[in-house]
């Protein structure tokens, strides 16, 4: 068989698409970071030609987390479905609040990596 006949048996077969499972896993972990922190704020990332579109969203502490995303449209669409202000990180850039919080937590980052 050959790799074309694979991949077309694998779609009508109905497996689960692994892109689509990391799609909803990133949904559930930003959505999860909206609803559990105060203040959140979203920045968009523009894509470049070796990193696709990401969305850096930034609670009232500075705390932060980053995932990548299709397009910078789905990131606007998700930070309006949500209530919370959007920027272009590119021309606003990142807050103080930001750095202050990794400046804060730079040990545990450390630990983290190496353990």
């Known amino acids: ?7 077309r ?6 497996a689960a698409n692994p ?13 999860h970071f909206v609803a559990t922190r105060r203040g959140v704020e979203a920045f968009i990332e523009l894509p470049t030609t070796m990193t696709k579109a990401t969305l850096l969203l930034i609670a009232y502490d500075g705390e932060w987390t980053r995932r990548s995303v299709e397009s910078v449209d ?19 850039g990142y ?6 919080y990794n400046a ?12």
């Open 95 to 100: 807050p103080q609040r930001m750095r202050d």
């Open 74 to 92: 789905w990131a606007r669409g998700f930070a309006a479905a949500h209530g919370i202000p959007s920027y272009d990180a590119g021309v606003v």
């Open 19 to 31: 892109r689509a499972d990391v799609a909803q896993a990133t949904i559930a972990h930003l959505e």
């Open 1 to 7: 068989m050959g790799l074309f006949s694979k991949l």
């Open 9 to 14: 048996k694998s779609r009508k077969g109905g």
């Open 104 to 115: 804060a937590h730079k040990t545990e980052r450390k630990d983290f990596r190496l353990g």
